[in-house]
């Protein structure tokens, strides 16, 4: 699936993509493609601690998941509970 984007860029940039489009018979939607995926690899290649990394055991509790979600249903019943009243009387 295709879909539009809209970005403000410098004019020398603008240009610069048309006349890679001239000299190279290439469409600035594939200049533009190939460029972010240049530019993808070449980030995600570089050394340091990727996403994974960073966020690996961030999900780690101290709590049980049955506790966790006990904790989670009784706040959304309460809340139920309370929005039902506060909607009842109107």
Do not use: C
């Amino acid at each position: 699936m295709q879909r539009n984007i809209s970005a403000r860029v410098e004019e020398s940039t603008v240009d610069l993509i048309n006349r890679i489009a001239r000299e190279k018979k290439l469409t600035k939607k594939r200049i533009i493609e190939e460029a972010i995926k240049h530019f993808w690899q070449e980030i995600d290649t570089e050394k340091g601690p990727g996403l994974f990394q960073i966020s690996f055991g961030a999900w780690k509790r101290d709590e049980s998941s049955k506790k966790t979600v006990r904790r989670a249903r009784e706040a959304f019943n309460k809340s139920m509970l309370r929005h039902r009243k506060t909607f009842s009387h109107g």
